[in-house]
């Protein structure tokens, strides 16, 4: 096997560590030529859909990269903007700010990037450019609060493959989830707070996370259970009673039994009930994005109003809003702890140019 050199390497390079900063992806245009591509990494993923490989094959290109590609373009068309997709822009946002507390922190030993799991710009290629600027320590940090195989575990698929191809790995901490931190939960409760004090409290706060289907729960997926603890610690944090509150799961597809109860169907629903105002909360988000800007900010409150609510609201996710950097920048510094940067560029190039390599 051919191993991959790291692009720009000398010896005598300064070593640096790495913050990688990653989130699920965006098409890089809202139109069905750029999103067939998407869809076609995205759903190829094992990860995201465990299906027998050659049945799947025929099902995702002969049927839905011929319909989805049209239908999504339109939705992510109605939440483009002048900087692309809100996912692409809040990320690179994130990214930014987490880089310049990084500056102050540790000066120009660590360096900050992003990458998103599918489309660009890609992991390996966004590593590459860390290992060129000398990176030999990397912290990895995907942006799902909840572990689920089918995001957070891909995303560390992505890194061993990247890394499985590669002569000279760089040591390697991951984080696979960050659900019940006490500042995490703050940072939500404060948001919710910030909207009731603007706006009043509703009959209910509704917490919608972005389903998986049933069968991975059973099969030992945590991520059910760490988006419940995540309500329960967050509604604890607010003070709200049990009736208060309410836990769903949005963004299904396809036939099979997914996580309940379905946010839309609760919505649908909820009017019937005497609920008739309702707040919207999704705290598995870390950027606003299609799933909360067009299903839960249009089109859910479409479903609610039209059957009888009066009052419909979403709650921003936490974005780039300072106290949610400052969650990211606590659970990076937890991470780096114990890590320097070595000294020894001199030496080592001097060394190596004795045995008549590359300074």
Same mark, same amino acid.
């Given at each position: 096997?051919?191993?991959?050199?790291?692009?720009?390497?000398?010896?005598?390079?300064?070593?640096?560590?790495?913050?990688?900063?990653?989130?699920?992806?965006?098409?890089?245009?809202?139109?069905?030529?750029?999103?067939?591509?998407?869809?076609?990494?995205?759903?190829?993923?094992?990860?995201?859909?465990?299906?027998?490989?050659?049945?799947?094959?025929?099902?995702?290109?002969?049927?839905?990269?011929?319909?989805?590609?049209?239908?999504?373009?339109?939705?992510?068309?109605?939440?483009?903007?002048?900087?692309?997709?809100?996912?692409?822009?809040?990320?690179?946002?994130?990214?930014?700010?987490?880089?310049?507390?990084?500056?102050?922190?540790?000066?120009?030993?660590?360096?900050?990037?992003?990458?998103?799991?599918?489309?660009?710009?890609?992991?390996?290629?966004?590593?590459?450019?860390?290992?060129?600027?000398?990176?030999?320590?990397?912290?990895?940090?995907?942006?799902?609060?909840?572990?689920?195989?089918?995001?957070?575990?891909?995303?560390?698929?992505?890194?061993?493959?990247?890394? %499985?191809?590669?002569?000279?790995?760089?040591?390697?901490?991951?984080?696979?989830?960050?659900?019940?931190?006490?500042?995490?939960?703050?940072?939500?409760?404060?948001?919710?707070?910030?909207?009731?004090?603007?706006?009043?409290?509703?009959?209910?706060?509704?917490?919608?996370?972005?389903?998986?289907?049933?069968?991975?729960?059973?099969?030992?997926?945590?991520?059910?259970?760490?988006?419940?603890?995540?309500?329960?610690?967050?509604?604890?944090?607010?003070?709200?009673?049990?009736?208060?509150?309410? %836990? %769903?799961?949005?963004?299904?597809?396809?036939?099979?039994?997914?996580?309940?109860?379905?946010?839309?169907?609760?919505?649908?629903?909820?009017?019937?009930?005497?609920?008739?105002?309702?707040?919207?909360?999704?705290?598995?988000?870390?950027?606003?994005?299609?799933?909360?800007?067009?299903?839960?900010? /249009?089109?859910?409150? /479409?479903?609610?109003?039209?059957?009888?609510? /009066?009052?419909?609201?979403?709650? /921003?996710?936490?974005?780039?809003?300072?106290?949610?950097?400052?969650?990211?920048?606590?659970?990076?510094?937890?991470?780096?702890?114990?890590?320097?940067?070595?000294?020894?560029?001199?030496?080592?190039?001097?060394?190596?140019?004795?045995?008549?390599?590359?300074?």
């Amino acid at each position: 096997m051919k191993y991959k050199s790291n692009k720009g390497f000398t010896h005598g390079q300064a070593d640096k560590i790495g913050v990688l900063v990653t989130n699920l992806g965006t098409p890089q245009a809202p139109t069905k030529q750029a999103l067939r591509p998407y869809l076609k990494e995205f759903l190829s993923d094992p990860r995201v859909v465990e299906v027998p490989k050659a049945i799947w094959w025929f099902v995702l290109n002969l049927v839905i990269l011929n319909f989805r590609p049209k239908r999504s373009a339109q939705a992510y068309a109605g939440v483009w903007t002048e900087q692309g997709s809100p996912l692409m822009a809040i990320t690179q946002s994130q990214a930014a700010a987490i880089a310049e507390r990084c500056k102050m922190t540790y000066g120009d030993d660590v360096i900050v990037d992003f990458a998103m799991r599918y489309g660009k710009p890609a992991i390996s290629d966004v590593i590459d450019n860390m290992l060129a600027k000398g990176v030999r320590k990397l912290v990895v940090l995907p942006l799902y609060p909840q572990y689920s195989a089918s995001t957070t575990g891909s995303t560390f698929d992505a890194i061993a493959k990247d890394f %499985t191809a590669r002569r000279w790995l760089p040591e390697l901490r991951f984080v696979n989830h960050y659900h019940d931190r006490d500042n995490f939960i703050t940072a939500l409760a404060n948001k919710v707070k910030a909207h009731w004090d603007k706006h009043g409290k509703a009959d209910l706060l509704l917490l919608s996370y972005h389903g998986i289907p049933k069968r991975y729960l059973m099969n030992g997926d945590p991520y059910h259970c760490e988006c419940h603890k995540t309500s329960r610690l967050l509604a604890e944090k607010l003070g709200l009673a049990h009736d208060e509150y309410m %836990t %769903t799961f949005q963004s299904r597809f396809g036939r099979e039994e997914w996580l309940k109860p379905y946010t839309d169907e609760t919505l649908k629903a909820l009017p019937r009930k005497g609920v008739k105002t309702v707040q919207v909360m999704c705290p598995g988000f870390s950027a606003d994005c299609l799933e909360t800007i067009e299903e839960i900010g /249009e089109e859910n409150r /479409e479903y609610f109003m039209h059957a009888g609510g /009066e009052r419909y609201e979403y709650i /921003e996710a936490l974005n780039s809003d300072k106290e949610h950097i400052d969650v990211l920048f606590d659970i990076i510094q937890e991470n780096l702890h114990g890590w320097s940067v070595s000294k020894d560029n001199g030496l080592r190039a001097g060394l190596a140019s004795a045995l008549g390599a590359n300074k």
